[in-house]
């Protein structure tokens, strides 16, 4: 009776290890490991932002959880964001760029963990903005050919010629963005480096987002940049993912919950996001 026991006793123990082993095995394999989702995460909607909800209420702190790539604002609508490479950077409506602190806050903006689905390397002349537009919808066209899905997009290269922009900080009452638009200051920048960080959004997103593609631009020593108007370059890379799944965060405040977000802004939008 008593070497049944023992034996039992001894089966016992090996289980128990052997359980010990896996669980121990399972933790270290995923201590250290940050969990990257595929996904569009989304402060606030351009409605909002186009009636004047201006008003920070995300840190960058939360928004960089959320992804490594992004493009948006900041609090009180001061400067564009470029968030590159786990970076974020304000473009000054002074001309000048500076990377932020991570306890700064957001209005509105989008981020992603960026991952290269397909792309290009190009040595063709894009001459304008809309030849940028052009190619990368000739790449979703190619590859997945859906355009109903959320795309990020990266072009990098040297530019013969960069057009940008930056909105100043605004005071309240705020006025809405498209009064502000009007009055924003602009530069030219000749033979640069740098990054093209892009977002496109499905048409149906209107008044959620901007459909199509909006384009932000960083020179490579991150001393210029903005929301970006026209550019010129001679080849480069592309470099584009595709998302398929979106989460968006709203404010939580009565300025937000008094707003006829749901009317139509287009013409506005076209003239803000336009050159014109």
């Not at 502000?180 to 033979?191: F, M, N, S």
């Not at 799944?245 to 009317?263: I, Q």
Request: charge should be negative; proline fraction near 3%.
């Amino acid at each position: 009776m008593q070497h049944a026991h023992s034996s039992s006793t001894r089966r016992l123990a090996t289980i128990v290890l052997i359980i010990l082993v896996i669980v121990f095995s399972s933790c270290s394999s995923t201590t250290g490991i940050k969990e990257e989702s595929d996904s569009l995460y989304q402060v606030s909607m351009l409605n909002a932002l186009m009636l004047g909800d201006y008003d920070g209420f995300v840190t960058l702190r939360e928004l960089s959880t959320k992804g490594n790539l992004g493009i948006g604002t900041f609090d009180g609508l001061d400067g564009e964001m470029i968030f590159l490479d786990g970076v974020m950077y304000k473009a000054l409506h002074t001309g000048a760029v500076e990377q932020q602190p991570m306890d700064e806050t957001t209005p509105f903006a989008v981020a992603t963990y960026f991952t290269r689905d397909f792309g290009l390397e190009s040595t063709a002349l894009f001459k304008d903005i809309e030849a940028f537009k052009e190619q990368l919808d000739v790449l979703v066209e190619s590859n997945s050919a859906d355009f109903n899905c959320f795309y990020a997009a990266t072009i990098t290269g040297t530019f013969s010629m960069v057009h940008v922009r930056s909105v100043p900080p605004q005071e309240k009452p705020y006025k809405v963005l498209s009064q502000i638009a009007a009055t924003q200051p602009e530069y030219i920048y000749e033979d640069i480096e740098g990054t093209i960080v892009a977002f496109r959004s499905p048409e149906y997103v209107d008044k959620i987002n901007l459909p199509g593609w909006h384009l932000h631009f960083i020179s490579e020593d991150k001393s210029k940049g903005g929301h970006l108007l026209d550019a010129t370059m001679q080849g480069g890379t592309f470099a584009l993912d595709e998302i398929r799944e979106f989460e968006m965060v709203l404010p939580d405040r009565e300025s937000f919950a008094s707003m006829a977000v749901a009317t139509d802004l287009q013409a506005q939008t076209v003239k803000v996001e336009g050159k014109e």
